[in-house]
């Protein structure tokens, strides 16, 4: 009886020897691809006084796998009352990464924005800079970049401005539950040769799940110009936005 099981007793031991990666080859996780999501919101009133607000927006991103990683994102707001515009922004960027490692990247970039009611006909700023990630786990997401490039600036009745640009944003995410996402980010836009005409915006956001797929969204955005282009327009602008979201990838 000993000499029927010493057969097997040496081949379990020959097979606990071998490397896992011998006996069982894990495929590697396929590339992310494109991801991204779309939201809309409307507000509207009647009555006594006659008001309507939209706003959509889309977040995008694709990752093939590799060292370069696109990411886009746009927001319309568009607002009345009593049939007369009271809102009217359209923001949109663009941004190219390549990582250098697994928490630090170069960029190229562009930001475009129009906003009647700040007197901005367009701002378009195409910067390329560097990226840091500060915190990055399961949860929680923190992010820095800089950069450097040029900005042009069009108000009504003015000619083209043409000045170099100084960037710098700060981005957080913050899982606070399954189904529960914080979101928070800050970008300034300085004009080289003119740092008191700075461009800020701030905003903050939480997401909760209504399916996998699908969310409602609240977000505070404020967009404050240093320098507004002509008299009577105000620095500050803020907004609060109730929207759908729909996530894919």
Known sequence: MKMRFLPAVLTLTALAGIPAICRAQTPPPPPPGWAGSASAGLALTQGNSDTSTVNAAYELKHDSGGPMVFRSNGLLVRGEAEETLTTDRLSLDGRLERKLS?????F?????LRDSFKSIDYLVSPTVGVSRLLVKDDRTELGVDGGAGVVWEKNPGLEVQTDG???????????????????????????????????????????ASITAATQMKVEFLDTYKAKPPLPGVDKNDIAVLVSFVYKFQ
């Not at 697994?102 to 170069?106: F, G, K, L, M, P």
């Not at 190229?108 to 475009?112: D, F, I, L, N, S």
């Not at 913050?174 to 915006?201: G, H, S």
Request: glycine share 8%; no cysteine.
């Open 102 to 106: 697994e928490r630090t990247s170069v």
């Open 108 to 112: 190229g970039a562009t930001q475009y």
């Open 165 to 207: 640009a100084v960037a710098a944003g700060q981005q957080f995410t913050r899982k606070l539950t399954a189904t529960t996402e914080l979101k928070e980010k800050v970008a300034a836009l300085w004009k080289m040769d003119d740092f008191d005409d700075a461009l800020y915006t701030f905003g903050i956001g939480i997401a």
